[in-house]
């Protein structure tokens, strides 16, 4: 059965089969008009509808039609006609729409909606009423800052659009929706502004998301699996963000966003490989202080992935590199390690990635003591045991500390993939394998693609007017023009 009945029991006992008689499907029914009294039902689920807008729907309507017929402004014979009365007259609610079919009916209640029901009527009016509980705005957990918004995303789409349209009070800003998951039917919305993002742009994550075709969307990190150019790649493609004064620069930009309801994480494509190294503090502090800092966090991301391949490669086959006190320091050092240099890196970095782990999963009142605790203890016990060197220590150290410094969490996971492979290259080629892992890294960045831009650009292709915001960042009255030179050229 695919259309409404003009019976109201027995659409009501249709819902209630649909449902299978969950507990949380609210059925409220009330009377409407003055002689004939014509019943209705509205209809909605516990927790995804705000059940205050529905109590005001509800009690407004039913006295407001009643005052009406009482002084004679609707006469009695219109009362036939009460479903679109009270669409026209007595709805106080903005967004309402009228529904016909079974699959709308279903699809709204479990958007949050509310559906009422009228009795002799084979129609039905969906009533924007989505609320429910959710989490409040709070400050952001992976990309805080000292200076700027301490705002960030929440799981509600609506709460996430709006902290958007504070920031840009622009028309051109455009939201669509679409839903995503044979079962979960998860709400996907994607923002752009219009004339800015470029209209190929806009097509092409239209026709990427509209192939999307998986039983459930729980996270935003099935959507950046699907969408991205290219899966086998450690490096992300895709930028994720839960900062509101990020995304709005994006959008700006040019970048389309795109929400998953249920994640406080939102996508930004297309997206380079420099866009992983600045933060919006960047626009909040001095241009010299900001491209200072840039640098650093590029230096840091080298540190990375290459501080243990490096030491590896030197104490293995390099060793006339190294000054002579020093060398002789650190074969004293390693006189009563048991275990190859290779070996000794291994254990430590397994060891940091284990407690990291750790540290992140184990209750938060007692994850920074645990970590810094295991940190020292292990570090200490291993070097008194002769297990490893206190030079290996520190060098791992470093590679933890410098991971740290990168900005964003995807590529700072980068970094610990590429750091284990230059490890194993280090250990049997030194520095040839290092250099050569290094050119095969760059040629890879090189081939890489993020919805039609080069994922190095402006680096490769070079572009030197688009310099001024990637490494260094220049004065907002050189960025402000090029932004507006751009604005004009689309």
């Not at 005001?56 to 402004?73: N, R, Y």
């Not at 009016?125 to 805080?144: F, H, M, V, W």
């Not at 800015?196 to 039983?215: C, E, H, P, S, Y």
């Amino acid at each position: 059965m695919n259309q409404l009945s003009v019976d109201l029991q027995e659409n009501l006992n249709t819902i209630k089969q649909e449902f299978g008689n969950t507990s949380d499907l609210v059925i409220r029914k009330f009377i409407i008009g003055k002689s004939t009294s014509k019943e209705a039902a509205a209809i909605y689920i516990e927790g995804l509808a705000d059940s205050e807008l529905v109590n005001e729907f509800i009690t407004h309507s039913h006295s407001l039609m009643f005052e009406l017929f009482q002084t004679g402004d609707i006469k009695e014979s219109y009362e036939d006609n009460i479903f679109y009365l009270t669409k026209e007259v007595a709805l106080t609610i903005g967004h309402v729409t009228i529904v016909i079919n079974w699959k709308d009916v279903v699809s709204s209640l479990l958007d949050g909606n509310t559906i009422v029901l009228f009795n002799s009527n084979n129609n039905a009016l969906n009533i924007s009423t989505t609320g429910g509980d959710y989490r409040s705005i709070s400050e952001p957990t992976t990309q805080a800052v000292v200076r700027g918004s301490k705002e960030s995303f929440i799981e509600s789409i609506r709460s996430n659009t709006v902290m958007i349209r504070r920031r840009i009070k622009n028309r051109n800003l455009r939201i669509e929706k679409i839903q995503i998951g044979d079962m979960s039917q998860t709400d996907v919305v994607f923002m752009y502004i219009e004339g800015t993002a470029k209209a190929q742009l806009i097509t092409d994550v239209k026709q990427r998301l509209g192939k999307v075709d998986i039983n459930a969307i729980i996270e935003s990190g099935h959507i950046e699996e699907i969408i991205q150019d290219k899966i086998i790649t450690p490096f992300p493609t895709v930028f994720n963000t839960e900062r509101p004064d990020q995304l709005s620069r994006n959008l700006l930009e040019g970048k389309v966003a795109i929400f998953v309801e249920g994640t406080p994480f939102a996508l930004t494509v297309p997206t380079v490989f420099s866009e992983f190294f600045k933060t919006s503090e960047d626009y909040t502090q001095r241009y010299d202080i900001s491209s200072l800092i840039r640098i650093l966090r590029y230096i840091a991301f080298h540190f990375s992935i290459f501080s243990s391949p490096f030491y590896i490669a030197l104490i293995t086959y390099h060793q006339e590199i190294i000054p002579t006190r020093f060398l002789i320091s650190l074969m004293a050092q390693r006189e009563g390690v048991p275990y190859p240099v290779m070996i000794e890196a291994l254990l430590l970095e397994f060891t940091f990635e284990i407690l990291r782990e750790a540290g992140i999963r184990i209750p938060r009142a007692i994850g920074p003591t645990v970590s810094i605790a295991g940190a020292l203890i292990i570090g200490e016990a291993a070097v008194s045991a002769g297990l490893v060197s206190p030079t290996m220590t520190i060098v791992v150290a470093l590679t933890a500390v410098s991971s740290f410094a990168i900005p964003s969490y995807s590529m700072s996971n980068t970094t610990r993939i590429l750091r284990f492979i230059f490890m194993i290259l280090a250990s049997f080629s030194g520095i040839y394998g290092i250099t050569l892992g290094y050119f095969i890294m760059v040629a890879h960045l090189c081939s890489l693609y993020s919805f039609g831009v080069c994922y190095l650009s402006p680096f490769a292709p070079f572009y030197l007017e688009k310099q001024k915001d990637t490494i260094l960042r220049f004065p907002f009255t050189l960025l402000d023009h090029d932004n507006k030179e751009n604005s004009k050229g689309k």
